[in-house]
């Protein structure tokens, strides 16, 4: 696991290969075409060279800017490892990773510093990337807004709930102004029904800002819910066996409780349970 002040971001760049083929990127423009993350013939192997374990083999997945991109499957399969791939934290054994806007991520576990405030959360995140001091607590103020905590940096840590934390992490997360954000079972720790507010307000922000999203779950209701692609992935070594696009409309306009309800929406998550109970089967 990464220290926690790497939790933040990460400037990924070009992420060094395996098997030579080394990408050259840096802030990239985006055009038509444009593609954000590439993964090329990726294996990733983990454990001594006498026992090696491995965790993914032979991935190819290419991600465009604004895609919000589900990685579903059975646990041990290689979604964690995937994205910790993207983000730069594990290189792979062969294949080529190539990251071309700046990544963000989000855990499981919130992982904020019990010592500091909410704000402090966030200043220490903004400093990090080289936001003036002068600058801090406005942006702060702003990033509070944008995950539905106004007010709020001025609280230590351990008052917030769970999701409140958890919605620090994203706002910290942000806080580099990430093109592509990495989640990572990011609600799966929450209750029902912050898990469902928490859903509604990534999904509207992903829309709204035009954030490329890579997001791992186990869940079928939440990655139909998020996803406009769904990669459907099985273990033994982990490797993608599906591809699903969810055709539902997005944006700040759509009635997403509405949404859930509706036929289209239980025919979907019913293709991707299919998929995934062949995937493990
Ligand atoms: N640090 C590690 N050392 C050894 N094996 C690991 C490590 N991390 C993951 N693995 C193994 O790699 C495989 C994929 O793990 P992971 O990416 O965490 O799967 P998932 O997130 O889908 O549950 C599993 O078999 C797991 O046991
Ligand atoms: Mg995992």
Not at 25 to 38: F, N, Y
Request: aromatic letters at 4%; a positive charge.
């Amino acid at each position: 696991m990464p220290p926690a002040d790497a939790a933040g971001a990460v400037d990924s760049g070009a992420v060094g290969t395996g098997a030579g083929d080394v990408g050259a990127v840096g802030a990239g423009t985006v055009g038509a075409g444009a593609v954000d993350v590439e993964l090329v013939g990726v294996s990733v192997r983990y454990g001594s060279a006498k026992a090696p374990v491995t965790a993914v083999e032979d991935v190819s997945v290419t991600v465009a800017p604004g895609e919000f991109v589900v990685l579903v499957g059975p646990s041990g399969c290689g979604k964690t490892t995937l994205l910790r791939l993207v983000a730069g934290f594990e290189r792979p054994a062969a294949g080529t990773v190539r990251v071309h806007r700046k990544a963000g991520v989000v855990f499981q576990q919130p992982r904020l510093f019990p010592w500091r405030t909410v704000a402090g959360n966030l200043g220490f995140a903004l400093a990090r990337h080289g936001v003036p001091r002068a600058a801090r607590a406005a942006r702060t103020e702003e990033l509070l807004a944008l995950v539905g905590l106004p007010g709020m940096g001025g609280r230590r840590t351990w008052e917030l709930s769970g999701g409140q934390q958890q919605r620090v992490a994203i706002a910290r997360a942000l806080a580099a102004e990430p093109q592509v954000l990495l989640m990572d079972e990011p609600f799966a720790a929450l209750d029902a029904l912050t898990r469902e507010r928490l859903q509604e307000e990534v999904r509207t922000l992903a829309a709204v800002t035009g954030t490329t999203v890579v997001f791992v779950t186990h869940s079928a209701e939440e990655a139909v819910l998020l996803g406009s692609r769904v990669l459907v992935m099985a273990a033994g070594p982990g490797r993608v066996v599906e591809e699903l696009a969810v055709p539902l409309p997005r944006g700040p306009g759509v009635d997403v409780a509405a949404l859930r309800g509706s036929a289209r929406f239980a025919s979907l998550r019913a293709d991707l349970a299919r998929a995934t109970r062949e995937a493990a089967a």
